[in-house]
């Protein structure tokens, strides 16, 4: 790590023993980071939680009272918890370290007065860089030379034009990025230099924005917490069950140690072991689906956090831009021409009037044919390119360069036979005074042409002519104002804009710029990715507000976000020179009014999250760049791109394949799904533990016999319970699940009367089981038949309240049955079992039950029928009482005074 001055660097490099003396004294050019987790590490975590230890300690009171099967059947449960966290965690990590080195970079320098190519890591002070369009800055420099030399430093600055570098020293700039410095990770995009390293490692501004990573600490999301107040909860009713039925016990005058067995057996038969492994398995599951949409989930439990998000604090360039620029309109004298994608890999050029064909306008085709000939970008030999394909592009260079070649190849134009047909002769190159580039070609038949293309107010002073349908004409002030106002209109709409001239038989200097005949106009932009407008579309119907943050300019953010309709009438945009003028109780009263941050910094993004945490939001930040790691690492969903630096992808929970913001969109939904999943399976579990609670503590009140034995509870729990769980954890998305607002961060995981119905339901569940138990007890006096009766009822009533728990606002007959095949086969499944072990042999010893007739099982099939049917009038009942509730108090809350 080092930071050293220009002074002391050698323009003709290092020898290697001043190379090994720098790097022995400054160390490699690496940027600190966490060490990878041991395996082991990982693994031990998945203990932490609550819940799972209330199931270690369930184990150990198990093995004392001798139930040896049910302590086992508890910690295989753990361990396949355990393991299936474990499995995915280790998995995106080892995902992450061949992200990391399929880039392994290197950098060239001069050593001993030679050319060389070394690991980017053993790059020190004083090395000289030979850089050329393609490479990726190895360390932070100063420039020594430069020949039209051009960066990309959007990763570190968000600014998506490449910045011109020069070898006077110049004044910082945004952020201190100076135009006589390159630096570390960004790229060079044209030109060639030569620069004088002066920061490594840590030193460099990559590493300034790695430190900051280390002073954030990461925090539980809202499941993890709400998980653990809900264990506290069971751990705290398991001790007062217990409690309750040896003092009832006493009371009656059963031995005091017989009735501590049987209280602590109840309360360990309460706990629903089977959760934590459900909402692992859910979890598991949802990742999987979600890397089949794009989406890499770093940490488990960061699935349903995403359901959680309220703002989207995203980048521009990339995620909600195609990160390439591309020719929008092309001018004329005569004609105005709009490009518009097909969707089907090109463009077409429309007019006013509808599509037209480039090739039937003679002005269009030659400014064409300039675009490609003053162009020092081309495609690989036989190759083309086209808007949005995804096979052959133009080589790395300039990305204006680039997008004229691609609007030539979506005009249909042959950009290589275009070539062919010329030979460049002479360059004027582009430079930043001149604001322009011109050559000298001439055709197989010898005519010799100036090309010229530059910034329109530089180039249309040199013009004397314009062409008008292929006819050269004097340019008059009005046909000059009027290329000025299509200029000007362009602007407005934050399109770069170049224009195009040529003259015929040149001479080949710099004089030949003179009485040019002008041709048209280009407007380019990094466009909108077309998905990204439904996706904005998306998250306002679902209540999520979208905010773009961006290094970019006011005026190209703007234009982006109105198309996008991220920016609409009432949403503000703040520079990053407003934000610095503006105290944290400023930010916080107006931020809801802001819908983009422009030309901002770091620690400007950072700030923002923060804001927004400080307002109770829970915050989702995208990124790709170094710049954007903080702010990524500090909100609740950090998200990266696939194509992002490594910096930032250790510092998000979320991964982008494809770096679209529609795929965070989709992503955010099934967080939504995945959490109403959660609890359906908890609402079942939960009503079902309840049943059996009071199934036997009802049964010792009213003096019955033990109603069911310990290894007919874990027959209900291992099999009945497990899988359909399982299989409302893979319920598909409700249609209206992201046209409700998000929920907020302290809501309960018992909200909108959930508890309630849980309670009821459990009740019935109990209640239902106990009426079949007396029935078949006083009708039979077989003690055998009634547990099997009570046994029966009890599995046949939780799976038909599986089917309840699919919606919690209507009853069982207005729910779809089958649109889950899983759940259907799981509660088959789950049946056929209970058959086995009724009327099984081997199962009626292992199990202690009976056959049953066919009177007593249609006995218990009309018991558990009426359940449903009273459920399906009390819940909608319950809930429409509810919704007339919340209206009488809405009125309340609507006069608010217009400012």
């Known amino acids: 790590m080092a930071r050293a001055s220009r002074e002391n660097t050698n323009l003709s490099g290092l020898s290697s023993v001043e190379a090994e003396k720098q790097l022995a004294k400054y160390g490699e050019n690496i940027l600190s980071h966490k060490k990878s987790i041991h395996p082991a590490k990982i693994f031990a975590g998945q203990f932490k939680d609550f819940m799972v230890m209330i199931l270690l300690g369930a184990t150990v009171v198990s093995v004392l009272m001798g139930e040896a099967v049910e302590a086992l059947t508890i910690v295989l449960i753990v361990l396949v918890n355990a393991v299936l966290g474990f499995l995915q965690e280790y998995r995106t990590e080892k995902t992450l370290e061949a992200l990391k080195n399929m880039a392994a970079p ?14 980017a890591a053993e790059v020190v002070p004083g090395d000289l860089l030979l850089l050329q369009a393609g490479d990726r800055v190895a360390a932070d420099a100063q420039v020594v030379e430069a020949v039209l030399l051009q960066a990309d430093e959007s990763l570190l600055s968000g600014e998506s034009h490449p910045v011109s570098k020069m070898e006077q020293p110049q004044n910082g700039t945004q952020d201190n990025f100076r135009k006589d410095m390159v630096y570390m990770g960004t790229t060079i995009t044209k030109g060639r230099g030569k620069a004088a390293v002066v920061g490594t490692g840590m030193a460099t501004q990559m590493g300034q924005i790695a430190g900051m990573l ?16 809900l264990g506290k909860y069971i751990g705290i009713g398991c001790l007062l069950i217990c409690a309750v039925v040896t003092a009832t016990g006493i009371v009656r005058g059963e031995p005091v140690f017989d009735m501590l067995l049987t209280g602590i057996s109840l309360a360990v038969a309460a706990i629903p072991e089977g959760l934590p492994a459900v909402v692992t398995i859910a979890l598991a ?54 490009l518009e994608d097909t969707g089907r890999k090109n463009m077409r050029f429309l007019s006013d009037d509808g599509k037209v ?18 162009n020092n970008t081309h495609l690989a030999q036989g190759e083309k390119s086209s808007f949005r394909v995804k096979g052959p592009e133009p080589v790395p260079g300039d990305p204006t360069e680039s997008a004229l070649l691609v609007m030539a190849e979506n005009a249909r134009f042959s950009v290589p036979k275009i070539v062919r047909e010329f030979s460049r002769t002479f360059e004027i190159p582009f430079d930043s005074q001149r604001k322009r580039m011109s050559v000298v070609v001439q055709s197989r038949e010898g005519d010799r042409w100036l090309f010229s293309k530059g910034a329109p107010d530089y180039l249309l002073e040199l013009c004397r002519y314009y062409l008008e349908d292929g006819t050269v004409k004097l340019l008059t002030p009005s046909i000059r104002k009027k290329i000025q106002t299509q200029n000007e209109e362009m602007a407005k709409k934050a399109l770069r804009v170049l224009s195009f001239a040529y003259r015929p038989e040149p001479e080949e200097s710099e004089q030949a710029e003179t009485d040019l005949v002008f041709v048209g106009l280009a407007g380019m932009m990094d466009p909108p990715r077309q998905e990204a407008y439904q996706a904005v579309q998306t998250c306002k119907k679902a209540g999520i507000q979208t905010v773009m943050i961006t290094g970019d300019h006011v005026v190209t953010a703007t234009a982006i976000a109105e198309k996008l309709k991220i920016l609409e009438s009432g949403g503000r945009v703040l520079t990053g020179k407003e934000l610095d003028e503006m105290t944290d109780a400023q930010l916080e009263r107006e931020l809801e009014q802001i819908r983009v941050f422009a030309r901002v910094a770091p620690a400007h993004k950072l700030r923002v999250v923060k804001a927004f945490k400080k307002k109770g939001k829970v915050v989702a930040m995208t990124g790709d760049g170094v710049n954007d790691a903080p702010a990524i690492k500090e909100a609740d969903i950090g998200v990266s791109m696939g194509n992002g630096t490594d910096v930032t992808k250790e510092a998000s929970s979320v991964i982008l394949l494809d770096n679209s913001f529609a795929t965070l969109v989709s992503a955010i939904e099934e ?34 016999p033990v109603v069911l034995l310990p290894i007919q509870i874990l027959i209900v729990n291992l099999v009945t319970d497990g899988l359909p769980a399982i299989a409302l954890g893979l319920e598909p998305a409700e249609k209206d699940s992201m046209h409700r607002p998000p929920r907020k961060r302290q809501e309960g995981i018992f909200s909108d009367g959930l508890l309630s119905t849980i309670l009821f339901r459990g009740i019935l569940i109990g209640l239902t089981t106990l009426a079949v138990f007396t029935s078949f007890y006083h009708s039979s006096g077989d003690l055998t038949i009634a547990r099997t009766g009570a046994l029966a009822a009890l599995v046949m009533t939780q799976l038909v309240h599986v089917f309840e728990c699919k919606r919690e606002e209507v009853g069982i007959f207005k729910i779809n049955l089958l649109d889950n095949w899983k759940l259907v086969a799981a509660v ?13 042999p081997i199962c009626n010893r292992l199990f202690q039950t009976a056959p049953l007739s066919w009177g007593q099982i249609g006995t218990i099939t009309a018991y558990c029928a009426a359940v449903p049917i009273l459920s399906s009038v009390v819940i909608p009942l319950k809930n429409r009482l509810k919704r007339e509730k919340s209206q009488e108090a809405l009125p309340l809350q609507l006069p608010v005074r217009e400012k």
């Not at 088959?828 to 079992?833: D, G, K, M, Q, T």
């Open 828 to 840: 088959v499944f789950s049946a056929l079992v209970l058959a086995l072990s009724i009327h099984l």
């Open 285 to 338: 599951l949802a990742v999987s689906r979600m890397v089949k949409r794009g989406a890499l989930i770093r940490k488990l439990h960061a699935v349903e956090t995403m359901g959680c998000a309220q703002v989207i604090c995203t980048d521009k360039t990339g995620t909600l831009t195609e990160n390439r620029m591309t020719v929008q309109e092309v001018a004329t004298p005569r004609y105005h021409l709009y």
């Open 357 to 374: 064909d480039p090739f039937g306008l003679p002005d269009v085709k030659k400014l064409i044919e300039i675009a490609v000939l003053c």
């Open 106 to 119: 290197t950098a060239k320098v001069v050593r001993d007065n030679r050319e060389i190519e070394i690991p």
């Open 214 to 229: 280390e002073t954030i600490e990461a925090e539980r999301t809202p499941l993890q917490e709400k998980l653990g107040i």
């Open 671 to 704: 967080g939504r799904v995945i959490y109403k999943n959660i609890r359906k399976f908890i609402r079942y579990l939960l009503s079902c533990n309840i049943g059996e609670i009071v199934t036997m503590f009802f049964g010792m009140l009213m003096g019955m």
